[in-house]
């Protein structure tokens, strides 16, 4: 075998893949991933984003060998020993080797997410054979893709400013066409520092340095998920979407285990099979639910209930309830309002010009960052509160509000009685 091969990006231009991450690559588990959109239906509304979870994962580790190299060369001497370098780049490169067909909606839909399904992959097969070979634990490539595992190089793999963010933010700005997440990647690695952390140990910071590059990244997150990520078109298609797997695996027609190893393609074939809803035929054809509400966030009257996106049983039952009492058929009316609500979260130590550290994290990084300051506004405006429907009818905005205003408790048991959910509506 070479030393390395070089894999050309669109993105990154050349990726250099060292010996034990091309044994990897050539793994029928990395390899699925060629077969994984990464934006999930998002082609539907921006063509260009048939990207796969295949070229991501690359991008990852091209980035951790990136910052590794920085870190050394600003050191003066590698920031870890050589096996440790090696898991930490083997980790950027297979984080999302667990990943669900069709981005996060089988999350939404309630499914485990998909780095709990790392293991699974971690530990058998091919995978696994080639990590023994290497001499790789893959517990400790797990615990790095989980993020529960301390050490001062762990944030590389999941943390405030990963190497997952810096291309996955990049990618998908570049693949979908728009200019919103376009952050300054270089100026972001050539800041990373070895520091001690809140904990007394050694951590991935930030030079001050890369403060306007930090604050770049977090505003060119919110932006695509306003933008792209929760685009109306995707959102519906996301919906529509989930309600025809949670159907399909409650009629036995699918096994959530079996998804998990699925490719889209594979998902939706065998999605189309003995279809009773329609949902895949119309996704097929792009005959996506219409928006018969679509309200923000900063337009509701408080701190809404966390059941719309945390709960998708409830939200299922309360969604063919309201379809009943708007006169529409069963799967015709879907409930929309998805949350992430550390979309704009930090959590890492800053190196100061003077040489001292503080810690970006909470209320402390509105003292050297102004977003921040602004960052649950900005979270509020990006959520969306929809109701996507297949048919024209009129939605009583008010009714749908108050009904997400309410506690769970009280949800269910409004449910489980019978009881109108738009008995307040008025249009």
Avoid at 53 to 71: I, N, T
């Amino acid at each position: 075998m070479s030393q390395f091969e070089v894999v050309r990006d669109p993105l990154w231009d050349n990726i250099r893949l060292e010996p034990e991450a091309l044994a990897v690559v050539d793994t029928p588990a990395l390899q699925r991933l060629r077969y994984v959109r990464q934006l999930g239906h998002a082609f539907l509304v921006y063509p260009g984003a048939t990207h796969t979870r295949f070229e991501h994962a690359l991008g990852a580790y091209h980035l951790a060998r990136r910052a590794l190299a920085q870190l050394e060369e600003v050191a003066g001497c590698p920031p870890a020993p050589p096996a440790d370098l090696r898991r930490l780049k083997l980790a950027a490169l297979l984080h999302d080797v667990g990943h669900y067909p069709f981005s996060h909606a089988l999350e939404e839909a309630g499914l485990p997410h998909h780095e709990e399904l790392a293991g699974r992959h971690l530990h058998a097969g091919e995978l696994a054979a080639q990590l023994a070979r290497l001499g790789t634990a893959p517990d400790t490539l797990l615990s790095l893709i989980q993020g529960k595992r301390q050490g001062p190089l762990a944030g590389l793999v999941s943390g405030s400013l990963d190497v997952d963010k810096l291309d996955y933010l990049s990618r998908d700005a570049w693949m979908c066409g728009v200019p919103y997440g376009v952050i300054d990647v270089d100026r972001l690695l050539a800041s990373l520092i070895v520091v001690p952390g809140a904990d007394g140990q050694p951590a991935l910071g930030l030079h001050d340095k890369g403060l306007a590059a930090l604050e770049s990244l977090l505003f060119a997150k919110y932006q695509m998920y306003r933008n792209v990520y929760w685009h109306h078109a995707v959102r519906s298609a996301t919906v529509m979407f989930t309600r025809l797997v949670r159907v399909a695996i409650a009629a036995g027609r699918l096994r959530a285990d079996g998804v998990a190893l699925a490719t889209d393609d594979v998902l939706i074939h065998d999605l189309q099979r003995e279809d009773t809803t329609g949902l895949a035929q119309a996704l097929r054809e792009r005959r996506l639910a219409k928006r018969a509400l679509d309200l923000p966030a900063t337009e509701l009257p408080g701190e809404p209930a966390t059941w719309p996106a945390a709960d998708p049983d409830l939200r299922g039952r309360v969604e063919d309830c309201l379809a009943r009492e708007l006169g529409l058929a069963e799967h015709e009316l879907f409930l929309d309002f998805p949350a992430k609500p550390d979309m704009l979260a930090l959590d890492l130590p800053l190196v100061k010009r003077d040489g001292t550290v503080t810690h970006l994290a909470g209320a402390e990084a509105t003292e050297y960052l102004g977003l921040p300051r602004v960052a649950a506004e900005l979270y509020r405006s990006a959520r969306r509160l929809r109701v996507f429907v297949l048919r024209p009818v009129t939605v009583p905005a008010r009714a749908i509000v108050e009904l997400v205003m309410l506690p769970r408790e009280a949800v269910v048991a409004r449910v489980a009685e019978g009881k109108r959910l738009l008995s307040s509506a008025r249009a």
